[in-house]
């Protein structure tokens, strides 16, 4: 079965860093697409990056050159490491696999506040 | 990047009703185009790919259709259970992008 476990959200004051992990199981992170997307308070869905193999990552505008996406094959865990946070990047943070999204993490939720 | 519209931003519909949602892409994007549903609280669930392939485990009353830069995905007959907010995606071209969702409630 698929599993996909977000951790390490909290709250951050602004310009600080956090990484975020997110734990598979049911399948080899190393051989797949995967994505991060957020979801701000009452937003709609944003997506964020994209790691797969050797491939370069992708990410979105509002975070490229603060964010930076990681995986470790023998932990299985996919990462992703935010700095200079802004007020802006609070939001629930998902993990998703494949270039289409197939399965989810329950999300962990990162708060930027003073 | 590639812009995604969605019609209509919400809606109101009884149970039973065939629904529609339509999804533009600003440029075409050929079938590279998914439907999420997102219940309050809870983590988006895939329910179509490529446009029109059902994922595994989601009730036949979902349908997508479209190709090209426009895309609609109807409920024939609208449960309870899908009360809640759908998004397209596309993945045709980075970065990935969102409609900006359609909120189905209770009429």
């Known amino acids: 079965e698929v599993q996909l476990v977000e951790s390490g959200g909290g709250l951050i004051q602004p310009g600080g860093s956090l990484r975020l992990s997110c734990a598979a199981s049911?399948?080899?992170?190393?051989?797949?697409?995967m994505n991060w997307v957020r979801q701000a308070p009452g937003k709609g869905l944003e997506w964020v990056s994209i790691v797969y193999g050797d491939d370069p990552p992708y990410y979105a505008d509002s975070v490229k050159g603060r964010f930076t996406i990681s995986r470790d094959n023998s932990k299985n865990t996919l990462y992703l490491q935010m700095n200079s946070l802004r007020a802006e990047d609070t939001a629930v943070y998902y993990c998703?696999?494949?270039?289409?999204?197939?399965?989810w993490g329950q999300g962990t939720l990162v708060t930027v506040s003073s | 990047d590639i812009q995604m519209t969605q019609s209509p931003s919400s809606l109101s519909a009884s149970v039973g009703d065939r629904v529609t949602i339509t999804c533009r892409a600003s440029q075409g994007i050929r079938n590279d185009l998914a439907w999420f549903q997102q219940k309050p609280g809870k983590a988006p669930k895939r329910l179509i790919y490529?446009?029109?392939s059902l994922q595994s485990g989601v009730p036949s009353r979902f349908s997508g259709s479209g190709s090209g830069a426009e895309f609609t995905l109807t409920i024939s007959s609208l449960q309870p259970e899908d009360f809640a907010t759908y998004y397209c995606?596309?993945?045709?071209?980075?970065?990935?992008?969102f409609g900006p969702g359609t909120k189905v409630d209770i009429k």
């Open positions: 049911g399948f080899a992170v190393s051989s797949n697409f």
């Open positions: 490529a446009a029109s």
């Open positions: 995606l596309q993945f045709n071209n980075y970065p990935f992008t």
């Open positions: 998703a696999s494949s270039a289409t999204l197939d399965y």
